[in-house]
T-cell receptor, first 114, second 117 residues
Framework: DGGITQSPKYLFRKEGQNVTLSCEQN?????MYWYRQDPGQGLRLIYYSQIVNDFQKGDIAEGYSVSREKKESFPLTVTSAQKNPTAFYLCASSTGLASTGELFFGEGSRLTVL | AQSVTQLDSQVPVFEEAPVELRCNYSSSVSVYLFWYVQYPNQGLQLLLK??????LVKGINGFEAEFNKSQTSFHLRKPSVHISDTAEYFC???????????????FGKGTLLTVNP
């Protein structure tokens, strides 16, 4: 079955450490996204990519970095510059051009900074 | 810029009662509208969407929503809820840009529906 796979599901890190969250999709979608979810705040867009080797900052990109070397993969690195990284991170994809905006989501990765 | 307001952060109901989760949006252009559901520690799953045509949209699990352009609303309803409907529900909007390309959804802050026995 096609879908989006995020790993790890749970991750703990010490302050000052970078961590990379994996997102892989086999839906043949052009566009991919990273959202951050905090209780009571809904989903906030971190980065998105419309095509391979191109990506744009979302609303809360500071302290995060991404790459899009392959169509299937869109990893997110949470750097030590992110002041409050504990959150639930969701990866999503869409068909891209001519899309209605409908997103397909992975199961999420919960990051806890100790 | 567009925005989405979900008027209730929490909605408790009893099993088999009807429920309405309210959503209002603002946008300077025409929009597509979505409702997603999220169960604990999981991703979001599409419930239903309004793209065009009939303003009453039916989705999965017996949910439906009505698009009201004059009131800029897209309220979600179910005539009889089950315990298994307990989840967080998100309303989202994307604007219809020229060329038909849409890259960003704007989400509301969510409504936690709790169905009690």
């Amino acid at each position: 079955d096609g879908g989006i796979t995020q790993s790890p599901k749970y991750l703990f890190r010490k302050e000052g450490q970078n961590v990379t969250l994996s997102c892989e999709q086999n839906l043949n979608h052009d566009a991919m996204y990273w959202y951050r979810q905090d209780p009571g705040q809904g989903l906030r867009l971190i980065y998105y990519s419309q095509i391979v080797n191109d990506f744009q900052k979302g609303d809360i990109a500071e302290g995060y970095s991404v790459s899009r070397e392959k169509k299937e993969s869109f990893p997110l690195t949470v750097t030590s510059a992110q002041k409050n990284p504990t959150a639930f991170y969701l990866c999503a994809s869409s068909t891209g051009l001519a899309s209605t905006g409908e997103l397909f989501f992975g199961e999420g990765s919960r990051l806890t900074v100790l | 810029a567009q925005s989405v307001t979900q008027l209730d952060s929490q909605v408790p109901v009893f099993e088999e009662a009807p429920v309405e989760l309210r959503c209002n949006y603002s946008s300077s252009v025409s929009v597509y509208l979505f409702w997603y559901v999220q169960y604990p520690n999981q991703g979001l799953q599409l419930l239903l969407k309004y793209l065009s045509g009939s303003t009453l949209v039916k989705g999965i699990n017996g949910f439906e929503a009505e698009f009201n352009k004059s009131q800029t609303s897209f309220h979600l309803r179910k005539p009889s809820v089950h315990i298994s409907d307990t989840a967080e529900y998100f309303c989202a909007v994307s604007d219809i840009r020229s060329g038909g390309s849409n890259y960003k959804l704007t989400f509301g802050k969510g409504t936690l529906l709790t169905v009690n026995p």
